[in-house]
């Protein structure tokens, strides 16, 4: 089994700054991708950003200049520093890796539970 399990959500005021983090455990062959994807209300889930295992990032236009994605391998964990944080950042923070539970089973996306991210004054 595999958990991705996220924390540092919370409410923040406009121009304020939150940490996620969330760490991945289980049965972990390799993981490829990992990533934040938020859900606010009435609204399709879209990536926020997303890095490789080599760094590689990738991030969402309405987020550049103010988050930061980054990862620890060893730990398998992923962090979202977001800064700068406006009342339309409001929503469910999920969490994503595209990983493998062994040398031989197929690449296969798990989510994290999500974690509630509330800007306002």
């Known amino acids: 089994q595999v958990q991705l399990v996220e924390s540092g959500g919370g409410l923040v005021q406009p121009g304020g700054s939150l940490r996620l983090s969330c760490a991945a455990s289980g049965r972990i062959f390799s993981i490829n991708i990992m990533g934040w994807y938020r859900q606010a209300p009435g609204k399709q889930r879209e990536l926020v950003a997303a890095?490789?295992?080599?760094?590689?990032?990738n991030y969402a236009e309405s987020v550049k200049g103010r988050f930061t994605i980054s990862r620890d391998n060893a730990k398998n964990t992923v962090y979202l520093q977001m800064n700068s944080l406006k009342p339309e950042d409001t929503a469910v923070y999920y969490c994503?890796?595209?990983?493998?539970?062994?040398?031989?089973?197929?690449?296969?996306?798990?989510w994290g539970q999500g974690t509630q991210v509330t800007v306002s004054s």
């Open positions: 994503n890796a595209a990983l493998r539970t062994s040398s031989w089973s197929s690449w296969r996306d798990y």
């Open positions: 890095i490789t295992s080599g760094g590689n990032r």
